[in-house]
Structure formats: structure tokens, C-alpha cells
């Protein structure tokens, strides 16, 4: 089992910025693709970003060049730095990561818990 931990969302002026962490915890398994998703009131889970074990990135045309997606393998962490937030971005920000069990040498995804992230204009 794979357990993910996030942080860092909370509430910021138009223009601001934040960082979220994504922080994955378990044992048996070698992390795959590592990615961040929103969703909306009313709206359905979109991809924002999502970047792979070699490093390759892909991002949501909404957010591209005020978003930066990384991870630290090392610490099995993914960050979401977001720069020139606006209104539109306010969203539940879920964490998703694609794992490779070990054991059963399956791949498997997990999600966090999802983080609030609120941009005031």
C-alpha cells in the first residue's frame, strides 16, 4: 500500500503564488508517474500537470508558463510550484501517482487526499 501525503494549499491573492508537496510513503514499490489534478465546483477532475520517472513533463494549455511541475525521487515527492494565480485555478488540488508493486510487478495508482487551493481576485 501506498500512502500519499500533500501540503501546502491555502488561500492567496490574484497574482500570488503557492507550492504544493506530495509526499509518498510505503514499501515495495518504484514510483512510476507523478501528477497533479483539480477539480471545480461543478466541474470534472482535469490533469493540470504530470511529469514521468525520466523527467519528460506535460501540462494543462491553462496553466503552461505559470506552473512548474518537479519531483525529488530521493524523497518520493512531487511539487507544483504555481506562479500568477488567478481566480480560475481555485480548485481541489489531488495528488496522483502511478506505482509499480513489487510484489505482483502490476502498476497501480493512488490519490491524495486533495488539497484546497483559493485564488481571491
Known amino acids: 500500500q501506498v500512502q500519499l501525503v500533500e501540503s501546502g494549499g491555502g488561500l492567496v491573492q490574484a497574482g500570488g503564488s503557492l507550492r504544493l508537496s506530495c509526499a509518498a510513503s510505503?514499501?515495495?514499490?518504484?514510483?512510476?508517474?507523478m501528477g497533479w489534478y483539480r477539480q471545480a465546483p461543478g466541474k470534472q477532475r482535469e490533469l493540470v500537470a504530470r511529469i514521468t520517472s525520466g523527467g519528460s513533463t506535460n501540462y494543462a494549455d491553462s496553466v503552461k508558463g505559470r506552473f512548474t511541475i518537479s519531483r525529488d525521487n530521493a524523497k518520493n515527492t512531487v511539487y507544483l510550484q504555481m506562479n500568477s494565480l488567478k481566480p480560475e485555478d481555485t480548485a481541489v488540488y489531488y495528488c496522483?501517482?502511478?506505482?509499480?508493486?513489487w510484489g505482483p510487478g502490476t502498476l497501480s495508482e493512488y490519490w491524495g487526499q486533495g488539497t484546497q487551493v483559493t485564488v481571491s481576485s
Open positions: 510505503g514499501s515495495s514499490f518504484s514510483i512510476n508517474t
Open positions: 496522483n501517482v502511478v506505482v509499480l508493486r
